[in-house]
């Protein structure tokens, strides 16, 4: 990499993990040409030396290349020192200058400081002095600091290269701090390149910007084939091949299709009993590899520790605190899960580097990476592009996902636009499941299209944590879940069609039986498992439509699932709008419709509250629907301003977008909503689940706390 490119907190901030690790196959190579893209990289100090104190800190090797042959009498010939202090005091942005400007101004400028130096400079001709190269660009010193990185043992290893920018292109060119955005050199430049390293060619022929090629038989030639053939070829090279996984049947999560038999439960906790069925599965059990960013307790995912024990190169040097307890700490050579700590950029690398496994290693590997959703695409979203570039496959868990699921921790985790940020990358599938059979179908469908049929795409799934009883798989809705809407509720509706996703569908459901207990209209409900996947499959067929004029045209799943139940549509979920308005122009009919989302900045409050200040809870969507009724002729609009009263809705609020984040502390203001009544969630002991939930009848007695503070006996 470059100097300047260090400034990146990526680029350095996990350089200490290369160190504990020991990784002697590591090395790195940086260019210190002095210079970024807009001048020096730090021209009152000096980068090399920067550089040097923190790699050796992180505990690696540094080999510095930075004086060039021609230097090495002189050095020799410096009995005092005085050389080798002058070179330590000049700054970089001196540096830079000196290769901008003349051998004259050299002269006097950096040997004119000394009288030694001076006499050292007598003996030396202007040509000698531009001939003072960088370490960078003598090829001996190149060749003998990487051989000599090649034995390190036991550590890293770094080599901080001087160079020059622009080295060589012209002297208008080479070390000014405009180098970068020269797009083209002249003629008088290309005569100085040529001159420069020696090419034979002519004014005339630099005019056709001839390429040098030596000849077949040169000693060039042959050491530029040999390094080819050497490195496996004249170009990168990458596994196409699939190498088909043996997938389950869907019926190895028959548990989770066919509910929770009354108990609630979050779709995170979910997830980790998919999790546990595919670790007990022989076919893919080994390929399985779950990664956490140092929260496997946020999750409930604990109970892996034990299980299946956290990788460490060194094992586990040392007894736990918790090594007696059912679910304590445990690091193993052997281990099967991956914890990377509080560093989601090197966890995303990690499942890079898995779901890229079926490439480069001829290994298909299944990483399942669950992680806080508002700390993914916002933090890593360039490695998420990255990702789906290198086709990658393998499963990005987004948890406690939607604007209003985590309540009480504010605007840290309300994540109401991850959906929308992950639809940006062309190869990544995205699904807001609310029920733990949707997202049972969901993951065993990406299994199957991933590792089973080899389709080069990877998931996203939105998972939350507030805990609800999940109901068993309604017949035939497989493969509505897959397309991403499907009829849950048919109610016979002809007026009302609701749609809902994620938590908010069950706000939906709420709202369906008030329109029905309360005004008398019946409405079907819809479950959209992805406003993205239905948006996509519309797009697909508007351009196979557009191309095939001839053909039968083809019909989306939104407008084939919607055409036969009339009536307005209203969808509301825990994303911003522009999420659910996707699919407005594959309606039928140029169907009546209304969007719900969560736009704007959330509050530190209860779900219920966070929910009717977003305007998608059940009674928002209760006054959406009668006031698209009343635009459409079929209720009377006092209708509309009665239940906005009998809701008890605030009409005078500002919407949400247009509210600052934070409290009115004016004396007459009211308290601001923001006590969690159950601020740890109960957790729910199953005797025949071995990943999650083992020895947690125990803990509840000890975890289970009040409002106040106080334990609970």
């Given at each position: 990499?470059g100097?300047?490119?260090?400034?990146?907190?990526?680029?350095?901030g996990?350089?200490?993990?290369?160190?504990?690790?020991?990784?002697?196959?590591?090395i790195?190579?940086?260019?210190?040409?002095?210079?970024?893209?807009?001048?020096?990289?730090?021209?009152?100090?000096?980068?090399?030396?920067?550089?040097?104190?923190?790699?050796?800190g992180?505990?690696?090797?540094?080999?510095?290349?930075?004086?060039g042959?021609?230097?090495?009498?002189?050095?020799?010939?410096?009995k005092t020192?005085?050389l080798?202090?002058?070179?330590?005091?000049?700054v970089?942005?001196?540096?830079?200058?000196?290769?901008?400007?003349?051998?004259e101004?050299?002269?006097?400028?950096?040997?004119?400081?000394?009288?030694?130096?001076?006499?050292?400079?007598?003996?030396?001709?202007?040509?000698?002095?531009?001939?003072?190269?960088?370490?960078?660009?003598?090829?001996?010193?190149?060749?003998?600091?990487?051989?000599?990185?090649?034995k390190?043992?036991?550590?890293?290893?770094?080599?901080?290269?001087?160079?020059?920018?622009?080295?060589?292109?012209?002297a208008?060119?080479?070390a000014v701090?405009?180098s970068?955005?020269?797009?083209?050199?002249?003629?008088?430049?290309?005569?100085?390149?040529?001159?420069?390293f020696?090419?034979p060619?002519?004014?005339?022929?630099?005019e056709?910007?001839?390429?040098?090629?030596?000849?077949?038989?040169s000693a060039?030639?042959k050491y530029?084939?040999?390094r080819?053939?050497?490195?496996?070829?004249?170009?990168p090279?990458?596994?196409?091949?699939?190498?088909?996984?043996?997938?389950?049947?869907?019926?190895?999560?028959?548990?989770?299709?066919?509910?929770?038999?009354?108990?609630?439960?979050s779709?995170?906790?979910?997830?980790?009993?998919?999790?546990?069925?595919?670790?007990?599965?022989?076919?893919?059990?080994d390929?399985?590899?779950?990664?956490?960013?140092?929260?496997?307790?946020?999750?409930?995912?604990?109970?892996?520790f034990?299980?299946?024990?956290?990788y460490?190169?060194?094992g586990?040097?040392?007894?736990?605190?918790?090594?007696?307890?059912?679910?304590?700490?445990?690091?193993?050579?052997?281990?099967?899960?991956?914890?990377?700590?509080?560093?989601?950029?090197?966890?995303?690398?990690?499942?890079?580097?898995?779901a890229?496994?079926?490439?480069v290693?001829a290994?298909?590997?299944?990483?399942m990476?669950?992680?806080?959703s508002?700390?993914?695409?916002?933090?890593?979203g360039?490695?998420?592009?990255?990702?789906?570039?290198?086709?990658?496959?393998?499963?990005?868990l987004?948890?406690?996902?939607?604007?209003?699921?985590?309540?009480?921790?504010?605007?840290q985790?309300q994540?109401?636009?991850?959906?929308?940020?992950?639809?940006?990358?062309?190869?990544?599938?995205?699904?807001?499941?609310?029920?733990?059979?949707?997202l049972?179908?969901?993951m065993?469908?990406g299994?199957r299209?991933?590792?089973?049929?080899g389709?080069r795409?990877?998931?996203?799934?939105?998972?939350?944590?507030?805990?609800?009883?999940?109901?068993?798989?309604?017949?035939g809705?497989?493969?509505?879940?897959?397309?991403?809407?499907?009829?849950?509720?048919?109610?016979g509706?002809t007026?009302?069609?609701?749609?809902?996703?994620?938590?908010?569908?069950?706000?939906?459901?709420?709202?369906?039986?008030?329109?029905?207990d309360?005004?008398?209209?019946?409405?079907n409900?819809?479950?959209?498992?992805?406003?993205?996947?239905?948006?996509r499959?519309?797009?697909?067929?508007?351009?196979?439509?557009?191309?095939?004029?001839?053909?039968?045209?083809?019909?989306p799943?939104?407008?084939?699932q919607?055409?036969?139940?009339?009536?307005?549509?209203v969808?509301?979920?825990d994303?911003?709008?522009?999420?659910?308005?996707?699919?407005?122009?594959w309606?039928?009919?140029?169907?009546?419709?209304?969007?719900?989302?969560?736009?704007?900045y959330?509050?530190?409050?209860?779900?219920?509250?966070?929910r009717?200040?977003?305007?998608?809870?059940?009674?928002?969507i209760v006054v959406?629907?009668?006031?698209?009724?009343?635009?459409?002729?079929?209720?009377e609009?006092?209708?509309?301003?009665?239940a906005?009263s009998s809701?008890?809705?605030?009409?005078?609020?500002?919407?949400?977008?247009?509210?600052?984040?934070?409290?009115?502390?004016s004396?007459?203001?009211?308290?601001p909503?923001?006590?969690?009544?159950?601020?740890?969630?109960e957790?729910?002991?199953?005797?025949?689940?071995?990943?999650?939930?083992?020895?947690?009848?125990?803990?509840?007695a000890?975890?289970?706390?009040?409002?106040?503070?106080?334990?609970?006996?």
């Open positions: 990499m100097d300047g490119e260090t400034d990146e907190p990526e680029s350095l996990a350089i200490s993990l290369a160190g504990r690790e020991k990784l002697d196959n590591l790195w190579v940086v260019n210190c040409n002095l210079q970024r893209l807009d001048g020096p990289v730090r021209g009152n100090g000096k980068i090399i030396q920067e550089l040097e104190s923190v790699f050796r992180a505990g690696w090797r540094v080999i510095k290349v930075i004086w042959g021609k230097w090495d009498s002189l050095l020799a010939n410096d020192g005085v080798k202090h002058r070179m330590e005091e000049v970089d942005g001196e540096y830079q200058l000196y290769e901008a400007r003349t051998a101004f050299t002269r006097k400028e950096f040997f004119g400081e000394y009288p030694e130096l001076e006499e050292m400079a007598d003996a030396l001709s202007d040509e000698d002095i531009s001939r003072l190269n960088r370490g960078g660009h003598d090829p001996m010193k190149v060749y003998a600091a990487f051989s000599e990185a090649m390190t043992k036991g550590q890293p290893t770094v080599i901080l290269v001087k160079t020059v920018k622009g080295y060589g292109l012209s208008q060119t080479q701090n405009k970068h955005q020269i797009k083209k050199l002249d003629q008088e430049a290309l005569m100085y390149f040529r001159d420069r020696d090419l060619f002519t004014d005339e022929q630099l056709t910007l001839p390429f040098y090629r030596p000849e077949e038989g060039e030639m530029l084939k040999g080819r053939e050497a490195l496996g070829g004249h170009l090279n990458r596994r196409s091949g699939h190498i088909p996984l043996n997938i389950p049947e869907l019926s190895m999560f028959d548990r989770v299709l066919k509910g929770s038999n009354g108990k609630e439960q779709t995170t906790m979910v997830f980790v009993r998919l999790l546990s069925a595919m670790l007990k599965n022989k076919d893919i059990q390929r399985v590899v779950p990664i956490v960013p140092d929260e496997a307790r946020t999750f409930g995912l604990e109970g892996m034990r299980q299946l024990g956290i460490s190169a060194v586990q040097k040392y007894t736990p605190e918790d090594s007696e307890a059912l679910m304590g700490y445990k690091e193993a050579i052997d281990g099967h899960m991956l914890e990377e700590g509080i560093n989601e950029a090197g966890a995303m690398s990690t499942w890079i580097a898995l890229t496994s079926y490439s290693n290994l298909p590997m299944i990483p990476y669950i992680y806080y508002m700390f993914g695409f916002q933090r890593v360039d490695l998420a592009w990255a990702a789906g570039d290198c086709q990658a496959q393998g499963f990005l987004g948890a406690t996902a939607g604007r209003t699921t985590l309540n009480g921790e504010g605007l985790h994540d109401g636009h991850s959906q929308i940020l992950f639809n940006v990358v062309p190869n990544c599938v995205t699904y807001d499941p609310c029920f733990g059979y949707e049972a179908v969901v065993h469908d299994l299209r991933m590792y089973g049929e389709e795409v990877y998931y996203y799934l939105t998972l939350m944590n507030e805990n609800y009883e999940q109901p068993e798989m309604p017949e809705a497989e493969e509505g879940i897959k397309r991403g809407m499907y009829l849950l509720e048919d109610n509706s007026q009302v069609q609701l749609l809902g996703s994620g938590v908010i569908l069950r706000e939906v459901q709420k709202a369906a039986q008030i329109l029905k309360e005004f008398n209209i019946t409405s409900v819809w479950s959209v498992t992805s406003f993205n996947e239905l948006t499959d519309g797009m697909v067929c508007d351009d196979y439509n557009r191309l095939h004029p001839m053909d039968e045209e083809r019909v799943w939104v407008t084939e919607l055409a036969p139940h009339e009536g307005i549509v969808a509301a979920t994303y911003m709008r522009n999420y659910s308005e996707q699919i407005r122009a309606l039928p009919d140029n169907r009546p419709y209304t969007t719900l989302g969560t736009d704007g959330g509050r530190s409050d209860t779900r219920e509250n966070l009717s200040f977003f305007n998608v809870d059940a009674a928002h959406a629907t009668l006031k698209r009724l009343a635009d459409e002729g079929e209720v609009m006092r209708l509309v301003k009665d906005i809701l008890g809705i605030d009409v005078d609020q500002p919407p949400a977008w247009q509210q600052q984040p934070y409290y009115d502390h004396p007459d203001a009211p308290a909503g923001n006590v969690n009544p159950n601020p740890v969630p957790f729910v002991a199953e005797d025949d689940d071995e990943i999650s939930n083992e020895g947690r009848a125990e803990d509840q000890d975890a289970t706390l009040l409002n106040n503070g106080d334990v609970k006996e």
